[in-house]
């Protein structure tokens, strides 16, 4: 299975844009990258997933660099809503089915 | 509205009883997924279930049980072999390959 890294914390003011980096060196052909976040004591909310193109939705953005080794989630303006967790996950699919492994997550903080 | 229902939101059992906790989707999902999430940490993987009739253990099995008579609900039993149950569990389901996963709002078990 494909790996992630992430940083375990990040700040970002009010407004601004937040940006996550997500790193999955070992990231295979046929694997796509999805962002969910988790809010304290909630399920993990779907946020956006691609494979090699850059993926635009109402609520973030995801850039993938050409080699597919790493990736970066974008919260254009972000809210104190969005203070919150965010998984960098590689999905797994093949033979051992349909798998959804997560890492550690980082942990955002959006400041006044 | 479709989704995916976990039960109880809390739960108190005393130490060596088992525990099922129940999930329950009305999304026509094919895979089902149980994760353990405890403080501050991410989700680990449980089990997971293809199809009706069929599991596979994730990373952390031991001490735990399922099982999967019918397509809408993966309970998840927490036996009395599992050494430190107590932890936040969550529910998962997903359709096709390259959607998303739907998750419940979470179990929170205590054992005392």
């Known amino acids: 299975d494909a790996k992630t890294t992430q940083p375990p914390s990040m700040d970002c003011a009010e407004g601004r844009a937040a940006n996550l980096p997500c790193n999955h060196s070992?990231?295979?052909?046929?694997?796509?990258v999805y962002w969910y976040r988790q809010i304290h004591s909630q399920g993990p909310q779907y946020i956006i997933h691609?494979?090699?193109n850059n993926e635009t939705n109402e609520m973030a953005s995801l850039i993938i660099t050409e080699d597919r080794k790493s990736s970066t989630l974008i919260l254009p303006h972000a809210t104190l809503r969005d203070t919150a967790v965010y998984y960098c996950?590689?999905?797994?699919?093949?033979?051992?089915?349909?798998?959804?492994?997560f890492g550690g997550g980082t942990r955002l903080m959006v400041k006044p | 509205d479709g989704g995916i229902t976990q039960s109880p939101k809390y739960l108190f059992r005393k130490e060596g009883q088992n525990v099922t906790l129940s999930c329950e989707q009305n999304?026509?999902?094919?895979?089902m997924y149980w994760y353990r999430q405890d403080p501050g940490q991410g989700l680990r993987l449980i089990y997971y279930?293809?199809?009706?009739?069929?599991?596979q253990k994730g990373d952390i099995a031991e001490g735990y049980s399922v099982s999967r008579e019918k397509k809408e609900s993966f309970p998840l039993t927490v036996t009395s072999a599992q050494k430190n149950p107590t932890a936040f569990y969550l529910c998962a389901s997903t359709g096709g390959f390259y959607t998303e996963a739907f998750f419940g709002q979470g179990t929170r078990l205590t054992v005392v």
């Open positions: 279930s293809q199809i009706v009739n069929d599991f």
């Open positions: 070992t990231i295979s052909g046929n694997e796509y």
């Open positions: 996950i590689v999905r797994v699919i093949g033979e051992a089915g349909n798998m959804l492994t």
């Open positions: 999304l026509n999902h094919d895979a």
């Open positions: 691609g494979l090699k």
